[in-house]
């Protein structure tokens, strides 16, 4: 049986890629037990850095619990809609400078690898994840006391997927059409023949 949100893809890719999507519709009553939780917060912690940095930081709140509540209420009326379904809500951040105050020019690009990581190794466990960008930092900052140090980057919600008619109908809708990317030519960069080598 094909996955329902299988990518289209033009090449063959590993399942964990190629059906790894993300969802609106999350299970409530699904449980994110600790057994559950620490491969996928061991594959971030194995994500490359520059340096060896690891500048991401997670804070993990379940569904039920006060840190979530402050979370979510952080986040853009929109996302609200749906992501308190979700078992965990996680705040990813960055430490986007070193020690002494120097920045880390790719923090924010090693802790994209580090969600990255999360998000396969929870596609291999039967779980799934939204990430999301869209929520007020500021808040954020306030309601956790974040180090100055930390960016705040995404908050990423994550669970086991529902169907999608628990969703309004425009989500729902959303939910059941194919996914899409632009053509892999369109991403290419051609270099510049003025430059070349002779």
Do not use: C, I
């Not at 060896?52 to 379940?62: H, I």
């Amino acid at each position: 049986m094909t996955h329902p949100k299988r990518a289209d893809t033009s090449a063959p890719l590993h399942p964990l890629l190629a059906e790894r999507w993300s969802p609106r519709s999350f299970d409530p009553f699904h449980q994110l037990d600790d057994a559950d939780l620490h491969p996928l917060l061991e594959a971030a912690r194995w994500a490359p850095s520059a340096n060896n940095s690891q500048p991401w930081r997670f804070l993990v709140t379940r569904r039920g619990g006060d840190d979530f509540t402050r979370l979510h209420a952080a986040l853009n009326p929109g996302n609200q809609t749906w992501a308190g379904a979700a078992s965990a809500l996680l705040l990813v951040a960055a430490h986007t400078v070193d020690e002494a105050g120097r920045p880390r020019p790719y923090a924010l690009y090693d802790t994209g690898q580090a969600v990255a990581h999360l998000a396969v190794q929870a596609q291999a466990h039967g779980l799934a994840l939204h990430q999301m960008g869209g929520f007020d930092a500021a808040a954020v900052r306030d309601a956790f006391g974040l180090d100055p140090a930390l960016t705040p980057v995404v908050v990423v919600a994550l669970g086991r997927v529902d169907a999608p008619d628990r969703l309004p109908a425009p989500l729902a809708e959303r939910e059941r059409t194919p996914r899409q990317r632009h053509a892999l030519d369109s991403l290419l960069l051609a270099p510049d023949p003025a430059v070349a080598p002779a």
